[in-house]
């Protein structure tokens, strides 16, 4: 390899192709193959990287490796911990956090399994205040708070929060700032640049995209922040195994490829259900008519692959997703087949009865639009 830096700074599709490899070694892969081991030759005293196989793994560094260039380019003092799932990586920032007494701040329109975290916090004696992701309003109850969790864009209702905004407010008050980062990918934001301390993630999602395997990651630029949730993960074991790890470096090649495209079919699959009359509420942060959109332009660099809206009534939104025959009723979004689902069906989200859930795959755009355009046509018979 070259022993200078590149001169300028890469783009996204190179960052992916190369993140997290090694060294080159003659006679060796490119990219390491899983290591599969529940403990490693240990001779004398315990030191070195690799131990027992819940503490490292050399699959893992290597993934983490990249997944910390993705999320903070050019940082060299970023870490990313990887996990087993996202919610993983979500209750480890959340739980090693929080003492009894403190106040931990959440949206109230987040990830369907926050309120269980919730109802696991309060059962420890930490204080926990909700508000809507839309408009900052987790800023009103900020008062008094150690760590803000914000999701931005929320899913599944698409809503953007201010990350600089929040976070500056939040520091100012001595609370840390965790953004969930799932819907984005760390080619669409960068929560440490906007001042976050973590960014957590599902892997499971956009970032490993082929609907195959669970992971989650949280990343952070303070060592001991990040030794903290190492020791965490040690403690709860939530590991994710050799090759569900390896499965997902083996993907990072593709994520520029994958996103763009998807975010391309999302825009796309927005614009034409916004020229039908049975769509109301249509969600895009890409849109420029959209109500997150201003604040997803000044901090994203991309705005998903996810799409929501809602159809008349829950026989409506069956009709519908039962007229597809490019994307699946399926739950989980960021694969690169397009999946889609009448999201009330899981109670728990505020959505009404005929609420989809769209998420863009890879597919030819043409072939995509002209699926959902003849699956509107169908269902409205
Ligand atoms: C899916 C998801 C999670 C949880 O991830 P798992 O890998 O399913 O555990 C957390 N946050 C968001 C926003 C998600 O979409």
Redesign the pocket.
């Known amino acids: 390899m070259t022993a200078h830096p590149p001169s300028a700074p890469l783009g996204d599709g190179t960052r992916a192709v190369r993140a997290g490899l090694p060294e080159p070694v003659k006679n060796e892969p490119p990219l390491p193959g899983p290591v599969f081991a529940a403990h490693f030759h240990l001779p004398g005293d315990v030191e070195g990287p690799y131990t027992y196989g819940r503490d490292s793994n050399p699959t893992w560094t290597l993934l983490e490796r990249a997944v910390a260039e993705l999320e903070a380019p050019g940082d060299e003092s970023a870490e990313t911990v990887v996990f087993?799932?996202?919610?993983?990586?979500?209750s480890a920032v959340l739980l090693s956090r929080s003492r009894a007494g403190d106040i931990v701040v959440l949206p109230d329109d987040?990830?369907?399994?926050?309120p269980l975290v919730r109802a696991r916090l309060e059962a420890y004696g930490v204080e926990v205040r909700t508000a809507p992701t839309a408009d900052d309003a987790q800023l009103d109850v900020l008062e008094g708070a150690r760590l803000l969790w914000l999701?931005t864009p929320?899913?599944p209702g698409l809503d953007v929060c201010d990350v600089r905004r929040l976070a500056e407010a939040a520091h100012a008050g001595g609370a840390l700032v965790a953004v969930?980062n799932?819907?984005a990918t760390p080619l669409g934001q960068r929560p440490l640049e906007l001042g976050a301390d973590f960014s957590?993630?599902?892997?499971?999602?956009g970032l490993t995209g082929h609907g195959d395997l669970?992971?989650?990651h949280v990343t952070c630029r303070d060592p001991q922040l990040a030794a903290d949730i190492r020791h965490w993960r040690k403690i709860v074991g939530a590991v994710p195994g050799p090759m569900e790890a390896w499965l997902a470096h083996r993907s990072l090649a593709t994520l520029q490829l994958r996103t763009h495209r998807q975010w391309d079919n999302a825009l796309a699959v927005a614009e034409a259900l916004a020229g039908r009359p049975e769509v109301t509420g249509l969600r895009y942060p890409g849109l420029p008519g959209d109500p997150s959109h201003q604040r997803a332009a000044r901090q994203m660099w991309g705005y998903g692959s996810v799409v929501s809206f809602t159809l008349p009534d829950r026989a409506h939104a069956e009709r519908f997703l039962a007229a597809l025959e490019l994307v699946e009723d399926a739950t989980?979004?960021?694969g690169v087949r397009s999946t889609a689902e009448r999201r009330g069906r899981w109670g728990g989200d505020a959505v009404a009865e005929g609420f989809v859930r769209f998420s863009a795959g890879a597919e030819d755009t043409a072939d995509l639009v002209a699926d959902v355009l003849r699956g509107l046509d169908i269902a409205a018979t």
Request: aromatic share 6%; net charge negative.
């Open positions: 087993a799932s996202g919610m993983a990586a979500v987040g990830y369907q399994a926050l999701e929320s899913n969930d799932t819907l957590v993630a599902s892997g499971t999602k669970l992971l989650g989980s979004f960021g």
